[in-house]
């Protein structure tokens, strides 16, 4: 059998190369309705920046209220990337994520100007630091047939089979988890390798970036305050008429959209499952929710500052107090005192 080919991360060896020195970065991140984009506005204006939105639902064209994206005047004072790359009923993988971001980011470096990563979707920040496993494109033919082999005999069986093959891979992966299995099985039929060490293939290679990474926190009721405040904006701005629209077009909105914040709760109420004077309330339990997983995900997160934010009267105020940290944070990561 012929030697398992040796897989590259997604975007590996396209904008860095190996004689280079890391390209800096500044990440801007945080929970939702905290004020990280206002937050990466005021730091691109100090320091002749470019935002790289890394938030998994602005990437759609047409999602345009429910994900609070930058205004077009905001768009015109900093040029801004990775919004509206996708049509709302498609699939946006965080691969394709990557590939687009990384590009985007050595444009930027090559212009000399500073590029600026802002979001909140930690899988896409995870990507972007540490890499991600593409592997050889799917074979439908052998996806079936695992597929027809799980209906038969139980996914089970299939996961005994991979602990035959891929032990490290099925030790991760839980029994009933078809997809992922289905997954690991295919890379070992395609590549005679397991999964498991083709995933390890660049964990050793030079990185391509040095972050900063800066994460604005806030007290549970400030941001409380805030998702509320942001909720009603959103709905007096016409949510609901835009979800309305999205969902009559023809293919309708994909998987990842129905699901976003907001629009999953509108599409309840145009569906009859959510009474039009809940959807308010229904959004804001939710967001919570999610802001609090985010905080969760992003404590894992090595080397981060955290920038403690006062509550403000005015959502949309410019936050220049964390502003002036974030330029003194980012010329001494980048070790000049002049930032042109």
């Known amino acids: 059998m012929a030697a398992a080919p040796r897989l590259q991360p997604v975007g590996a060896a396209r904008t860095v190369s190996p004689v280079e020195s890391p390209v800096p970065i500044l990440i801007i991140t945080g929970q939702t309705a905290g004020g990280k984009e206002q937050l990466a506005l005021a730091a691109a204006a100090r320091l002749a920046g470019e935002i790289i939105s890394a938030d998994s639902m602005k990437v759609y064209r047409e999602l345009d209220i429910g994900t609070a994206k ?28 990557l590939r687009l971001a990384e590009q985007a980011i050595a444009d930027v470096h090559a212009r000399g100007r500073t590029a600026i990563v802002s979001g909140g979707t930690p899988l896409y920040l995870k990507a972007l630091l540490e890499g991600m496993f593409e592997g050889p494109a799917a074979d439908p033919a052998i996806r079936e047939r695992l597929k027809g082999e799980a209906a038969a005999r139980g996914t089970p069986a299939l996961h005994e089979r991979l602990a035959q093959v891929d032990p490290a891979a099925a030790a991760r992966i839980h029994p009933n988890d078809l997809r992922r299995i289905t997954r690991a099985l295919e890379v070992w039929e395609l590549t005679a390798a397991p999964i498991s060490d083709l995933q390890k293939q ?54 990842g959209p129905r699901q976003a914040l907001g629009y999953a709760e ?12 809940e959807i308010a309330a229904a959004i804001v339990a939710h967001t919570r929710q999610f802001a609090r997983r985010q905080l969760t995900w992003l404590s894992r997160f090595p080397d981060i500052v955290w920038l403690d934010a006062a509550p403000d009267a005015a959502p949309d105020a410019a936050p220049d107090a964390l502003a002036a940290r974030v330029v003194a944070l980012w010329r001494d990561h980048v070790g000049c005192a002049e930032q042109t």
């Open 70 to 97: 930058p205004s077009a005047a905001q768009r015109r004072t900093v040029p801004h990337h990775l919004l509206d790359v996708a049509d709302p009923g498609e699939t946006f993988s965080t691969a394709r994520w």
């Open 202 to 255: 660049w964990g050793t290679r030079r990185p391509r970036w040095r972050p900063l990474t800066v994460a604005v926190r806030r007290g549970r009721d400030d941001l409380t305050r805030r998702i509320c405040r942001r909720v009603e904006r959103m709905l007096d701005a016409g949510l609901v008429d835009e979800v309305r629209r999205l969902a009559a077009r023809p293919g309708g909105l994909g998987r």
């Open 266 to 277: 509108v599409l309840g109420f145009l569906a009859g499952r959510l009474p039009q004077e």
